[in-house]
């Protein structure tokens, strides 16, 4: 084989290679089906998607009340 013919054998190796692990990149980061089912779940039962970002607590009804008093 001639060097011009390897170096073309080099880089269609590598470029598959490159092609290969971003298909895997690509499909990994695909959610699971099980997560999509189980948030549909959620929904029909009245829960929320969104994340919780409040709690009302018994410190913080009392911070209020510092609040408006």
């Given at each position: ?44 039962a ?18 209020y ?5």
């Amino acid at each position: 084989m001639s060097q011009a013919k390897k170096s073309v054998a080099r880089r269609t190796f590598l470029v598959g290679l490159l092609t290969g692990a971003g298909a895997v990149a690509a499909l990994s980061s695909v959610p699971k089906k099980a997560a999509a089912k189980k948030e549909k779940g959620l929904a029909r039962a009245g829960a929320s998607i969104q994340p919780i970002l409040y709690r009302r607590t018994k410190e913080v009804e009392r911070y209020y009340k510092t609040l408006y008093t």
